[in-house]
């Protein structure tokens, strides 16, 4: 062939090189249509208009509730940039669980715990497990969604680690950022139950080592004022860890009530306080939504051959029944793609590690706990004592939906290696109740007036919180050692605890605010002196977790503690809220002095005032 035809041929070549090429990259894309949106958008900045890259920014910054300081996710970068394995964990309902998503190609089984993410597969390829049960070879591990044993339902949904599912994307692109062979996701969600439940019961669910927790509850709570009590009980207890995991509360929302108002708005004052960085859906969609209701309904919230008018969630949009409860794929993929710009952002700024933050201590002996600089002595549904700092509580958890092993008589501190029983079990007097399940839900179920339900536990006396900035130096010795450099002086007309114009703000905000010496008794004292020193009378709280709902035909219970059957509580299993069936935790006593006692729970007979029928269903019982 002349030089002259091979030159003409070489330009075919090149356009066929380049169709062959933009042809493979179309078919990869293709393989997960669901992630193109969000997470893969935010990977494209480069080929993005100005007009694209401002709508992004626009999305973000609407869906950014509240940023914080960033002081804990910054030290869960460290650890990933240092190279050392981390573990994120997963607290939320069936959002989190991928109710509707599809299910990864296998489940994972191993007892190792550095469990490794399912492989991502074609959706067409895709092998359906049956929703009540897994593989007969699949084995359990404490913390995985797996079968208490090999031929019984599944304790999770088979959704819990769909490729589709928000976590899932969030932990791939940690974990494609920061690789680590040991690195490890759990995904602890919970369908139908909220913070009242997971503030007590999360250690079922998700281990204590976890360096990274994502929070998501918006439609699981109710609107009510009792929520901000469970939710920063909650989010305390996961600060208070030995791990200090960071958390992102991630918040999704519903247009099936009367309002738009969510337990999100709860949350966040809640989030506010504890420097929680929180991330929101609603205010991004909302505006698609009211201009074209009939195409951006189906197309954010669950469609499908499984949803159905009929169902109290679904409502029709656009002619086809929509779940308005539960997001979809789309919906996971925006909320993944605003994580991970947060992350991102994050790691645009300096660390501050603990000692750039207390400066001169940080050659010192004295150093202070961590605690202090995120976790606030006080609480915020607590009345306000500056003077007697919140005292840890322990959290004894036994659940129907975990398979951790636990002793017949309920307490904080087991033998590890004493074996035991799954979920609640009943003490010995009890009648009438008898295991039952819903899919993956289990439940100690009671039908007839008259059955009575014993459960033994042991209460522990709170501990004392960890040495705050005061231990071993007297408040007055503190202001004298660092004097204004801490304190501020008077008269520089820039008020104490905020900034001057130009001045780095997370530089001086991380300077420790020593508060005013106080004098008792014409002496003076310390804070954790007066901790130290004061008695602590009984505080035991016992509570019970039982299902509500206004269509299931629930009956109530009368519980008590011991032999004080005249101070129990009346529990109703109905409610007057049809688009819920959700688990509650309730507690039935407080004020218990540290020591064993007995909970019991007796079926009442139907009444016409309970408007319901006769059947009660418990899943777990609570206590400290």
């Known amino acids: 062939m002349s030089r002259l035809a091979q030159l003409r041929l070489r330009p075919c070549m090149v356009m066929f090189v380049i169709l062959a090429v933009l042809l493979l990259l179309f078919s990869s894309l293709s393989l997960e249509p669901s992630r193109l949106l969000a997470v893969s958008s935010w990977r494209t900045k480069d080929r993005e208009s100005d007009e694209d890259r401002a709508m992004r920014e626009w999305e973000y910054r609407r869906s950014l509730q509240h940023e914080g300081t960033g002081a804990r996710m910054l030290a869960f970068l460290e650890k990933a940039k240092s190279g050392r394995p981390f573990t994120v964990s997963v607290v939320g309902g069936s959002i989190s669980k ?17 469990r490794r993410l399912p492989t991502r597969t074609k959706r067409s390829t895709i092998r359906r497990t049956s929703e009540d049960g897994f593989p007969p070879r699949a084995v359990s591990h404490p913390l995985d969604p797996l079968p208490h044993i090999a031929s019984s339902p599944a304790l999770g949904a088979h959704t819990l680690y769909s490729p589709e599912n928000m ?41 204590d080592d ?24 909650l989010i305390r207890s996961l600060l208070e860890l030995d791990s200090k995991p960071a958390i992102i509360n991630v918040e999704v929302f519903s247009t099936l009530f009367p309002s738009l108002i969510s337990a999100s708005a709860l949350h966040q004052d809640v989030a506010a306080f504890y420097d929680i960085p929180s991330i929101s859906l609603r205010d991004i969609l909302m505006p698609r939504i009211l201009a074209d209701p009939h195409t951006q309904l189906p197309k954010w919230f669950r469609t499908g051959e499984d ?35 947060y992350i991102e952002e994050q790691m645009k700024h300096p660390l501050i590690t603990p000692s750039s933050v207390w400066g001169r201590w940080s050659g ?64 010995e007097g009890s009648n009438g109740w008898t295991l039952w399940s819903w899919k993956e839900k289990r439940y100690l179920v009671a039908r007839k007036p008259g059955a009575h339900f014993a459960f033994d536990f042991v209460t522990t006396a709170p501990a ?50 020593a508060p005013k010496a106080t004098r008792l008794m014409g002496r003076r004292r310390s804070l954790t002196e007066d901790v130290a020193t004061r008695q602590m009378p009984g505080q035991g709280t016992v509570g019970l977790g039982y299902q509500r709902s206004k269509l299931l035909g629930f009956g109530a219970v009368s519980c008590w503690v011991d ?18 069936n959700t688990g509650v935790v309730t507690e039935v006593a407080r004020g218990l002095a540290p020591g064993p006692h007995t909970l019991h729970c007796e079926l009442l007979e139907p009444t016409r005032e309970s408007k319901g029928g006769n059947e009660f269903r418990i899943f777990a019982v609570v206590h400290d």
């Open 307 to 341: 949803v159905a008018m009929g169902d109290a969630k679904v409502r029709e949009w656009g002619g086809v029944p929509v779940d308005l409860m539960h997001i979809s794929a789309l919906g996971h993929s925006l909320a993944a793609g605003l994580v991970i710009r």
């Open 464 to 513: 004392p919180p960890p040495p705050t900035i005061l231990t071993g130096m007297d408040v007055e010795e503190l202001i004298g050692e660092f004097g204004a450099d801490v304190v501020g002086k008077r008269g520089e007309g820039i008020p104490r605890g905020h900034n001057a114009p130009g001045s780095d703000v997370r530089r001086d905000m991380a300077k420790p605010i």
């Open 364 to 427: 010192s002996q004295r150093k202070p706990s961590v605690r202090i600089l995120d976790v606030p002595s006080a609480g915020l549904t607590l009345p306000f004592d500056p003077l007697h700092p919140v005292h840890r509580q322990p959290q004894v958890c036994r659940s129907m939906n975990s398979p951790k092993l636990h002793g017949l008589v309920s307490k904080l501190h087991e033998n590890p290696f004493g074996g035991g029983s799954p979920g609640v079990v009943p003490s």
């Open 167 to 207: 976590h899932v994307l969030i932990f791939e692109w940690l974990n494609q950022t920061f690789p680590h062979p040991e690195n490890r996701f759990v995904n602890g969600a919970q369908g139908g139950v909220g913070a009242s439940y997971f503030g007590w019961c999360f250690r079922e669910h998700i281990p």
């Open 210 to 233: 976890s360096d990274l927790v994502l929070v998501e509850l918006g439609i699981n709570d109710l609107v009510d004022t009792e929520v901000y009590g469970a939710y920063e009980h």
């Open 98 to 114: 991928g109710r509707g998503l599809v299910p990864p190609t296998s489940i994972p089984s191993d007892l190792h715990p550095r």
């Open 563 to 580: 032999d004080r059957r005249q101070d129990g509580v009346h529990l109703d299993g109905w409610w007057d809220i049809e688009e819920r």
